[in-house]
């Protein structure tokens, strides 16, 4: 059995540890509420779109711009959304099996967040580049990232541009998620105007200067705004995973400090028995 020394040693590591442990926790829950506040009010923009490519339908079947250009050939370019630090439990871990399970063995990658970078680069696939943002980030600090994805579609011939992230269900669930960034089809826009049901009739708006030029205009800002909206979900999802797990590390931690109290208070029951045992046969070998 452990000395009393040791075990009141360890009772004071644990409980230091539960403090960190519950702060953190507290850190978390305030940004993963201000990182779901953002997220919710993305989706109200993509609405917004919404109204707009319900009178564009015709420009959109026939636009050429390079943003929803087809390509048949070449490789695909995997953005994956990670953390930049760890204790947010198996998030990243069961992103990167999902990425692997459903992405092309020639696959190029980019990541936001560096978590993952080593496990990429071990699985024997090719780091482009990595970008981190810390989590009040803005749009100044997306621009690097949406011009460089921009322009390595646009230029080194990649077929598809595919991000990988963590979708924000609620607190409780985060959900592995891979969805096509670029080329832009035709059928997504019109799915997002068809959920927003605006049924109006296109010849009660003038459209200057052409319904082609507006659409070639929106597309970007649709694009980035889409880079914007996933990366907010990331965001929430790691400060609720982190929550999780901390909660979780601090009810663990509980647990332990109680276990030791109770050896401890064993330890110290068997230890005055023996003083006493040696009180009393010290006693009667004196009579």
């Known amino acids: 059995m452990s000395s009393l020394r040791d075990i009141k040693r360890r009772i004071k590591s644990v409980r230091n540890t539960s403090q960190i442990t519950k702060a953190m926790q507290m850190v978390a829950s305030a940004k993963m509420r201000r990182a779901q506040n953002m997220a919710l009010q993305g989706r109200n923009y993509i609405s917004a779109l919404a109204k707009v490519f319900a009178h564009l339908e015709e420009s959109i079947k026939e636009s050429n711009s390079e943003l929803m250009h087809t390509r048949e050939e070449g490789k695909s370019l995997i953005i994956v959304v990670n953390t930049d630090r760890g204790l947010c439990g198996g998030l990243n871990s069961n992103l990167f099996r999902e990425v692997l399970a459903k992405s092309p063995a020639d696959a190029d990658y980019v990541t936001i967040g560096a978590k993952l970078n080593t496990q990429i680069i071990r699985a024997d696939r090719k780091l482009l580049a990595s970008f981190s943002l810390s989590d009040n980030f ?150």
């Open 138 to 287: 803005d749009d100044k600090a997306l621009k690097p990232i949406f011009d460089f994805i921009r322009k390595s579609y646009l230029e080194d011939g990649y077929k598809e541009v595919i991000i990988a992230y963590q979708e924000f269900i609620n607190v409780m669930v985060q959900k592995p998620k891979l969805h096509q960034l670029l080329p832009i089809t035709a059928e997504e826009l019109m799915a997002i105007a068809d959920e927003g049901d605006y049924n109006m009739d296109s010849s009660n708006f003038l459209l200057e200067p052409s319904a082609d030029d507006l659409l070639r205009s929106i597309l970007p800002l649709y694009f980035f705004n889409m880079l914007t909206q996933v990366v907010l979900e990331g965001k929430a999802s790691e400060q609720s995973a982190r929550m999780v797990a901390m909660k979780a590390a601090t009810e663990n931690a509980k647990g332990i400090i109680d276990c030791l109290t109770l050896e401890y208070n064993k330890a110290r029951q068997t230890q005055i028995t023996n003083e006493l045992l040696e009180i009393t046969t010290a006693t009667k070998a004196m009579e």
